[in-house]
């Protein structure tokens, strides 16, 4: 077996632990731990409860896993942050 054969399965999140961790319940019915990929803490993509997410599992451990995908339009709607535009700064037009 490759080292890179990974399983993957869409799971929801179904509780935010500390350090980055969250507690995933798969299609399959099973619970996993897993934490946020490198690439969704760069680019700070945020994941709450409920939303839908992409699992990479090792096939020696499949309790643990590493969320690689956050489905978009899954769960709430993030909050608006108000003028995006920068500031109090008048526009130059």
């Known amino acids: 077996m490759a080292k890179e054969e990974l399983l ?3 799971g929801t999140v179904t509780e935010i632990l500390p350090n980055g961790n969250f507690r995933v319940r798969l299609d399959n019915d099973h619970e996993v731990l897993a934490y946020t990929a490198g690439k ?4 700070r993509i945020r994941t709450t409860v409920g939303d839908r997410v992409v699992v990479e599992m090792s096939p020696y451990d499949l309790e ?3 969320i690689n ?3 978009r ?5 993030p909050a608006t942050g108000g003028n995006k ?3 109090n700064r008048p526009r130059r037009h």
Not at 40 to 43: A, E, I, K
């Open 40 to 43: 969704m803490r760069r680019f």
């Open 64 to 66: 643990r896993g590493r």
């Open 69 to 71: 995908f956050r489905h």
């Open 85 to 87: 535009g920068g500031g």
């Open 8 to 10: 993957e399965f869409d």
């Open 73 to 77: 339009g899954a769960g709430p709607a």
